[in-house]
Nanobody
Framework: QVELVESGGGLVQPGGSLRLSCAAS????????MGWYRQAPGKQRELVAM??????????NYADSVKGRFTMSRDRTKNTVALQMNSLKFEDTATYYC???????????WGQGTQVTISS
């Protein structure tokens, strides 16, 4: 059973920062791709950032709306991925989910989500 557990969400003022973390129950290299998604009330879930292990350069792709403000990283020793979010805006308010596609079965696995609220 694969588990992904997010943490680090919270309430922050505009312009502030938060760091989300996702802990995986197995080695993160066992995932073909890992990403952060978000879903705001009344909106579809959208991709925020993704890293694909098939990419030898480990390029991280970001949504245009977060480029230059968010940074995704991974720690293979701790089996975690993180999302550093800076210069937060009201429109960043959403539930943020960690996702991983496993090499072994090709299935997508999701965490339970962590709430991020930007409010003054």
């Amino acid at each position: 059973q694969v588990e992904l557990v997010e943490s680090g969400g919270g309430l922050v003022q505009p312009g502030g920062s938060l760091r989300l973390s996702c802990a995986a129950s197995r080695r993160i290299l066992s995932f073909k791709a890992m990403g952060w998604y978000r879903q705001a009330p009344g909106k579809q879930r959208e991709l925020v950032a993704m890293i694909n292990s098939e990419d030898s350069e480990n390029t991280i792709n970001y949504a245009d709306s977060v480029k230059g403000r968010f940074t995704m990283s991974r720690d293979r020793t701790k089996n975690t991925v993180a999302l550093q979010m800076n210069s937060l805006k009201f429109e960043d308010t959403a539930t943020y989910y960690c996702s991983g596609m496993a090499w072994i079965d090709g299935n997508d696995y999701w965490g339970q989500g962590t709430q991020v609220t930007i409010s003054s």
